[in-house]
């Protein structure tokens, strides 16, 4: 595989990301779905009512496209974005925007990548869908098969660059990265090759890769997949709950090493897992997407021993659902909400929203908030009846998933970046 590396190394050593499960700060949103990777910002308390023309205390206009999500360091905002050539149509040029989170002044513009003649994408993803990851100094970028980087956050240089991970997503890139410690760890889940590989943060280099394990049906199209993986403390280690096509794995995300797998029939998956107690849940993907409970503990092939239930019916393929006070939220993507127990996978009761949704949900405080793609967002309190608080609407179409610090909302449009709060 192709491998360039700017020669350019990070001052001094990288920060260490905290290990699975730490809390941190309220002024951080570092990578998808937030700290947790699960959507949660339990001290947070942004509005409940908020619209173009109420509690709006930012509108940024964002070139290009991207459905990657915000990220937030402190008083810095950055996503990523693709940007056509005026002069080439068919070269694409991959980069990141730093903003200031407090007024939406656009602080950085980086380019990271060109690319000419791109493999083509499907229609409801964008070449810039992973999520980056950001801590106290960098900004790291994954473009699935374009390009991972790493950026100054603080300058907006560029301080490495690892074209490696190479690919056929068929459909475009989707699954994000997440930090651990000092690597980066990113899912690779193709038409043509499935693996997991960790990256240094330093300069780039690759400190581990595992190939799935499990076997994958004759078709090559149903070997890929699009989810995020999550870390998840288990008896005091961390493991990395990482779901493919057809099949999920826990790694020891600090070696790569298997510790479980369950096998499944399902492909193309994006909603990243989530937790509750001693139980992780997954989403299987197309066609006949079902929601899987995996109870910890075991190794090897867990399949027959460690799921407690199933459930087959009104689960999403592109929304991740949450999970708050015992029970599990998951929105499919026409816009029914089905809440169960998470012991007994249960339903509890459903709703239907209008619209269409692409985005990941978010508990904020004690409210749930559901993003549409036709820029609807419902806020709903977290209970058994799911009562609807309030929907607001912003202009334009939302696929990311949205962010949350302190009081503040950021929400991205096809066009915009938003950010609502009290004043």
Known sequence: ???????????????????????????????????????????????????????????????????????????????TTAVGDADDPNRLRLGA??????????????????????????????????????????????????????????????????????????????????????????????????????????????????????PHRPDPITHRAFSTPLLWTDNGEDLLISPAADQVHAYRPESGAEVWHVRYTGFSNVPAPVTHEDLVFVCTGFFEPALAAIRRGGSGDVTQTHVPWFVSRGV???????????????????????????????????RRFVGNYSASPVSAGDKLYFCSEEGKITVLEPNDSLDILQVNRVNGIIKASPAVVGNRFYIRTENHLYCFAEN
Not at 4 to 27: E, F, I, W
Not at 102 to 121: A, C, M, N, Q, Y
Not at 130 to 141: N, Y
Not at 324 to 329: D, T
């Open 1 to 79: 595989m192709r491998y360039s590396l700017l020669k350019v190394s990070l001052c001094l050593t990288v920060m260490l990301d905290l290990s699975a499960g730490a809390p941190l700060s309220a002024q951080h949103w570092p990578q998808f779905r937030g700290p947790s990777g699960q959507g949660h910002a339990p001290r947070s308390h942004p509005p409940v009512k908020f619209g173009e023309e109420e509690l709006l205390q930012w509108k940024t206009e964002i070139p290009g496209r991207g459905w990657s999500s915000p990220v937030i360091w402190e008083n810095e905002i950055w996503v």
């Open 97 to 214: 925007l730093g903003l200031d989170a407090l007024s939406g002044k656009i602080l950085h513009r980086t380019e990271l990548f060109v690319i000419d003649h791109p493999e083509p994408i499907h229609d409801d993803n964008s070449y810039a869908s992973p999520t980056p990851v950001i801590d106290e100094r960098h900004l790291f970028c994954h473009f699935g098969t374009f390009g991972t980087a790493a950026v100054d956050r603080r300058t907006g240089n560029v301080l490495w660059k690892n074209e490696s991970l190479k690919v056929e997503h068929q459909g475009g890139p989707g699954s994000s990265p997440i930090g651990y410690r000092d690597l980066l760890i990113v899912t690779c889940d193709g038409a043509n090759a499935q693996y997991v590989v960790a990256l240094r943060k330093q300069d780039g280099t690759q400190a581990w890769i595992r190939h799935r394990s499990a």
């Open 316 to 350: 999403s393929t592109l929304p991740s659902p949450i999970v708050v006070s015992g029970r599990i939220y998951a929105l499919n993507e026409g816009g029914i909400l089905t809440c169960l127990d998470c012991q007994t996978g249960k339903v509890i009761r459903k």
